[in-house]
């Protein structure tokens, strides 16, 4: 199913404009954050969710019926953007956004730390070797175009010394 934007737009469809936020699909002069679907969420809190709030954007008090605003929503998946400061918004349970931040954080560095191990983990022989044998490649490019430079160096001082 093709999703039509201007369509969506016009007859003010809920369900799609939600389904454009989703996917970053909306067009750079919407404004109507603050439309809600079925469940009272702000389009704008589920866009900051996916990361697809425009940069133009500074509608951050936009909020759920829990207080959660757009601002706890992007900090909460790492979705601010350079400059915010208003760091010190609560929801209803007086939660700042600056605390959604440092636990997505920490959070991220924990689920960083997990994979990390497990990757070094299963990093079978196999794999290994293919590591290796690519790099030998990148190598074998290297001192073939380092050849072929030295060759036209010498060729060009051959020219340049007669």
Not at 6 to 28: G, I, M, V, W
Not at 127 to 152: G, Q, S
Request: charged share 30%; hydrophobic share 40%; glycine share 4%.
């Amino acid at each position: 199913m093709i999703i039509n934007a201007p369509e969506a737009l016009a007859e003010n469809d809920t369900d799609t404009l939600f389904k454009l936020a989703r996917s970053f699909e909306l067009p750079d002069d919407f404004d109507d954050w603050e439309i809600t679907n079925s469940f009272d969420e702000p389009l704008a809190l589920v866009a900051a969710c996916y990361g697809f709030l425009p940069k133009t954007f500074d509608k951050w008090r936009i909020a759920d019926k829990t207080g959660r605003t757009v601002a706890h929503e992007a900090a909460a998946n790492l979705n601010l953007p350079e400059g915010f400061n208003l760091w010190y918004l609560t929801d209803n349970e007086g939660n700042t956004v600056r605390d959604f931040y440092n636990q997505a954080l920490e959070e991220e560095a924990k689920r960083d730390e997990a994979w990390g191990i497990e990757i070094y983990e299963n990093l079978t022989n196999t794999r290994r070797e293919f590591r290796v044998k690519v790099l030998e490649k990148k190598l074998e490019r290297l001192e073939l175009a380092n050849k072929t430079l030295v060759e036209r160096l010498g060729a060009l001082e051959s020219i340049l010394g007669d």
